[in-house]
């Protein structure tokens, strides 16, 4: 559906963007997914037409749109903005796009009640934009974009000018409207939680590049570089002595690893861990859990800090020389105070083994 290949920006000396590529499917939801300067709103304005490539092709619908002016492309744009027309109705913001298409009145006048209802608005039609809150200008936005069928919807932060309980709504929404109409979709945020939650795909990005390419669950339990893994949530970052690897997989290999005078096994891409040498394993906070402090395969620290989060309160724990964050939820935590004796276990998400089982265990309960 969408091919983009080698895609580059050069603003001067400087390059906002390098070699960046990406296809995406038709009907897919694909998040670009980075720090301000990262260049992920580049890429959507190269996209859109509204900025030319230095290098690199872009591909739409089989057509080759690189050059291609803005207006020809026929893809939809929601802005962060809204950018709806003031002296227009709502009704009449919708359908601008119908009109500038030469839709007939009546194809036009059908088009707009269907989207009214998609975007539950049908009580807002003769609005003016100034009558409507924040979340309800972004859905009007949203269903001009859709107003002409585009093969790729493009959003640009669409609800980062929106506080925090309307954005949850929204977030809802805005899935919900994206599956049932199957428009393909590329949006750019900076929001974690955002492209977790509404994406099939995320693409992290920093410095211009790309630097992982992969599912919401993908991204978050097993990041590629050291961006990825600190940037997307809370992570462990541990320094551990490998004692033992034997295959997993064909992909992967299982460790028997060492930290703090405890064992634990993991799992490594082939070839990327070594008996005898050293390690880096990340490890998410509520991969860890709180066991008896009697427990002979935990860790024992000292609880260093407690942040109530809500749902989820997160600890530090301080083992030996080192430091863990914990979450756990909220209501599962028993008695805690600052200077607590805690017992503590890995979960290892995929193997499903804890921490301290036997290299024999590990390797019996993985079927290696």
């Known amino acids: 559906m969408v091919k983009i290949d080698g895609l580059s920006k050069r603003f001067g000396s400087f390059f906002a963007v390098t070699d960046f590529s990406l296809q995406i499917a038709e009907g897919e939801f694909v998040t670009l997914l980075g720090p301000s300067g990262s260049g992920k709103t580049t890429v959507l304005r190269m996209v859109a037409g509204l900025e030319q490539p230095t290098a690199g092709t872009i591909g739409l619908a089989k057509r080759d749109v690189s050059r291609m002016p803005a207006q020809k492309r026929d893809i939809g744009l929601v802005f962060q903005s809204y950018a709806l027309f003031p002296n227009m109705t709502v009704s009449g913001n919708i359908a601008f796009p119908l009109e500038v298409r030469r839709w007939n009145r009546e194809k036009r006048e059908a088009r707009v009640r269907e989207l009214l209802e998609l975007v539950g608005l049908t009580h807002r039609a003769d609005y003016a934009p100034d009558r409507l809150s924040g979340g309800e200008k972004q859905r009007v936005a949203l269903a001009r974009a859709l107003s002409f069928h585009p093969p790729l919807l493009l959003l640009d932060e669409p609800l980062s000018a929106l506080d925090a309980k309307?954005?949850?709504?929204?977030?809802?929404?805005?899935?919900?409207?994206?599956?049932?109409?199957?428009?393909?979709?590329?949006?750019?945020?900076?929001?974690?939680?955002?492209?977790?939650?509404?994406?099939?795909?995320?693409?992290?990005?920093?410095?211009?590049?790309?630097?992982?390419?992969?599912?919401?669950?993908?991204?978050?339990?097993?990041?590629?570089?050291?961006?990825?893994?600190?940037?997307?949530?809370?992570?462990?970052?541990?320094?551990?002595?490998?004692l033992a690897v034997t295959p997993f997989d064909g992909e992967q290999e299982l460790a028997l690893m060492s930290w703090q005078g405890r064992t634990f096994s993991w799992l490594f891409p082939v070839d990327t861990a070594r008996a005898g040498s050293d390690a880096d394993v990340r490890i998410r906070p509520e991969s860890i859990r709180l066991?008896?402090?009697?427990?002979?395969?935990?860790?024992?620290?000292?609880?260093?800090?407690?942040?109530?989060?809500?749902?989820?309160?997160?600890?530090?724990?301080?083992?030996?020389?080192?430091?863990?964050?914990?979450?756990?939820?909220?209501?599962?935590?028993?008695?805690?105070?600052?200077?607590?004796?805690?017992?503590?276990?890995?979960?290892?998400?995929?193997?499903?083994?804890?921490?301290?089982?036997?290299?024999?265990?590990?390797?019996?309960?993985?079927?290696?």
Do not use: C
């Open 291 to 368: 066991v008896d402090t009697a427990d002979p395969g935990g860790w024992r620290g000292v609880v260093a800090s407690i942040r109530f989060m809500g749902a989820v309160t997160r600890l530090e724990v301080g083992v030996g020389d080192g430091v863990l964050t914990v979450d756990t939820l909220s209501t599962a935590l028993p008695a805690l105070g600052v200077g607590d004796a805690v017992g503590l276990a890995l979960w290892e998400r995929q193997s499903g083994n804890r921490a301290g089982e036997s290299r024999a265990q590990v390797s019996s309960e993985a079927g290696v």
């Open 166 to 242: 309307v954005r949850q709504n929204l977030r809802t929404f805005l899935k919900e409207i994206q599956r049932t109409t199957g428009v393909t979709t590329l949006m750019v945020t900076h929001d974690q939680q955002e492209a977790l939650e509404l994406s099939d795909r995320v693409v992290v990005m920093a410095n211009g590049r790309v630097e992982q390419i992969g599912t919401p669950s993908d991204v978050y339990y097993a990041p590629k570089t050291d961006f990825a893994a600190t940037f997307i949530g809370a992570v462990n970052a541990l320094r551990a002595s490998v």
